[in-house]
Nanobody
Framework: HVQLVESGGGSVTTGGSLRLSCTAS????????IGWFRQPPGKAREGIAA???????VIAKSVKGRFTVSLDQVKNIFDLQMNNLKPEDTAVYYC???????????????????WGQGTQVTVS
């Protein structure tokens, strides 16, 4: 099974930056897609960025221009760089991976099978 461990969360002031890392074991690029999700307090989980099996990257409109992702396919480390952070970015951030299907929406959590434990990001 794929195992995912997030790190790098913390507290930051508005306008600051944070870099989250996800270390993925038993993950194989080309067999899995991988994404970042977040869940603000009292709200639904939101897909914010993902890398598909063909290396294409999808970034949610809510964070486009501020967040970027990178995938090191050798070390299996999936990073989320967050810049110009806002209080509304406060959430628990999750790394997740899934298997491609004939049809899937890569920013939809329902298509993901494997999840990390989450890391808290607080912006004030």
């Amino acid at each position: 099974h794929v195992q995912l461990v997030e790190s790098g969360g913390g507290s930051v002031t508005t306008g600051g930056s944070l870099r989250l890392s996800c270390t993925a074991s038993a993950y194989t690029h080309g067999r899995h897609f991988i994404g970042w999700f977040r869940q603000p307090p009292g709200k639904a989980r939101e897909g914010i960025a993902a890398v598909d099996i063909d290396n294409s990257t999808v970034i949610a409109k809510s964070v486009k221009g501020r967040f970027t992702v990178s995938l090191d396919q050798v070390k299996n480390i999936f990073d989320l760089q967050m810049n110009n952070l806002k209080p509304e970015d406060t959430a628990v951030y999750y790394c997740a991976a899934g298997h491609p299907r004939s049809e899937y929406r890569i920013l939809s959590s329902s298509y993901y099978t494997y999840w990390g434990q989450g890391t808290q990001v607080t912006v004030s």
